[in-house]
């Protein structure tokens, strides 16, 4: 094993050789007592797990503390509020319509009117007022 794949492993399987692979481990096991290096890298990464080991413990959780977080829950959605009508609400409401009123007023304007353009639209879609055209020479 190499001081590359001692890493690799390491970063692999962390810093307790009964968690690695059994072949795996005795070659760490070798390295690291023949490279100094390699045992640096295994003690750090020993704090590493360490501290990492300290960080996730639970934290100890009493009944009293339970009961402070459920009334601190509690007191706080008593103190919200539903949404009062204000004049800024209103006025902004007002506005809001007027601007959909206006807008929907300019589009109208502006999208032609298909009531006289029957004929045309079938001339189009059918080539003539006999009905479909296929192609030349397509009947049905």
Known sequence: MNRVEFEAA???????????????????RALVAQDRIAAAQLHEAAALDGLLAEIVKPAAVDSATIGRILAGISARHARERALRPTGKLFAWAGAAMALFLVAGFVLGLAVPSA??????????????????????????
């Open 115 to 140: 009531a006289n353009d029957d004929d045309t639209l079938a001339a189009l879609l059918f080539g003539n007022d006999s009905g479909p055209s296929f192609g030349v020479g397509d009947t049905l």
């Open 10 to 28: 390491l970063a692999t399987h962390g810093a307790n050789f009964s968690r690695w692979p059994a072949q795996l481990a005795e070659d760490a």
